[in-house]
């Protein structure tokens, strides 16, 4: 019988509560709870409501009833592919990676489930010479993060830190 992916169950677990707490903290105390509300945090990091109805770069918009509930099925078929290869993964880096990504998962999920969009809040910008509020990215959540590092955590182990079977000599022809 094959050993519980503690690792990674417990990086997904953890990353689940901070999501929902942030997603918490900022809709309910801080008041940040409508479209268009923003506070101030540094100068170049602000907390910023936005409904997100879509995936990523608000593809795929799910703005209807029937869509809303076909996203959360189709992101639910991949988080349920992600928990299958974390419970096979033997190494505890790629199973906390793969927990990373299914607790961001299970987080956007729960929100698109409960609100019908996902609570995006984190909004970085950096002044350039050309645009005082350069945003390379959009307004982000933990779950957002998360998925993200997962992801790269992975693909880095992938192409570059992965033991290589040994391929023995007598296969070679000199």
């Not at 997904?12 to 901070?18: D, E, N, Q």
């Not at 990373?100 to 998962?105: D, E, K, R, S």
Request: glycine share 10%; aromatic share 10%.
């Amino acid at each position: 019988m094959r050993e519980w992916p503690r690792t990674g169950l417990i990086a997904a677990a953890a990353l689940f509560v901070a999501d929902q707490l942030s997603k918490y903290l900022v809709t309910g105390p801080l008041g940040i709870a409508q479209a268009g509300d923003a506070r101030e945090i540094v100068g170049i990091f602000d907390l910023r409501f936005v409904p997100n109805v879509g995936i990523s770069l608000g593809l795929l918009p799910a703005d209807g009833h029937l869509t809303r509930w076909a996203l959360v099925l189709l992101t639910g078929a991949i988080a349920v592919g992600v928990a299958v290869w974390m419970w096979r993964e033997r190494n505890r880096v790629d199973q906390a990676a793969l927990g990373l990504v299914l607790g961001g998962a299970m987080g956007n999920i729960l929100d698109r489930m409960r609100l019908g969009y996902v609570v995006d809040f984190a909004d970085l910008h950096f002044p350039t010479p050309w645009d005082p509020q350069w945003r390379p990215f959009l307004v982000f959540n933990v779950a957002d993060a998360a998925i993200t590092i997962g992801v790269l955590v992975l693909l880095v182990r992938a192409f570059l830190t992965r033991d290589k079977p040994d391929v023995p000599v007598e296969n070679f022809n000199a």
